[in-house]
């Protein structure tokens, strides 16, 4: 579990990276996720990389914070696909008109959790 929660980590930190320098294709890349099925899809997702932090978290550096992160990201995950499709729409958006900045904000949000969570993981 620890190689898996270790890779989403990575995962996430290259999506925030891709969001700091291409932030239009990062939001072009959310929008594959405007359908019941992209919902679906995100939310066992977000499953897979809690449980995997959950599981990882006794030979962690930090347990408890994994445990945490894990247990937080499992129950995103689970709500995920109670979002309505025209909801996640109005919030990529929203996202949207706020411009690029905005959206690489975000981005810079991503890769640092990504990272965090990638040290906490392997130390």
């Known amino acids: 579990m620890t190689l ?3 890779v989403i980590s990575l995962l996430v930190a290259a999506v925030g990276t891709l969001g700091l320098f291409f932030p239009l294709k990062l ?6 996720f405007e359908s019941r099925i992209g919902l679906w899809t995100a939310g066992l997702f977000r499953m897979v990389f809690g449980l995997a932090l959950f599981l990882s978290a006794p030979t962690s550096h930090a347990p408890e914070f994994l445990h945490i992160m894990g247990a937080i990201i499992f129950v995103a995950g689970l709500i995920t696909p109670l979002i309505d499709v025209q909801r996640m729409r109005q919030l990529l958006n929203g ?8 959206i690489r904000f975000l981005a810079g ?6 990272l965090l969570l990638a040290s906490v993981v392997v130390t």
């Open 95 to 102: 996202a949207s008109a706020r411009g690029p900045a905005f």
């Open 27 to 32: 939001l072009g890349f959310a929008r594959h």
């Open 109 to 114: 949000i991503a890769l640092a959790v990504g």
């Open 4 to 6: 898996i929660a270790l």
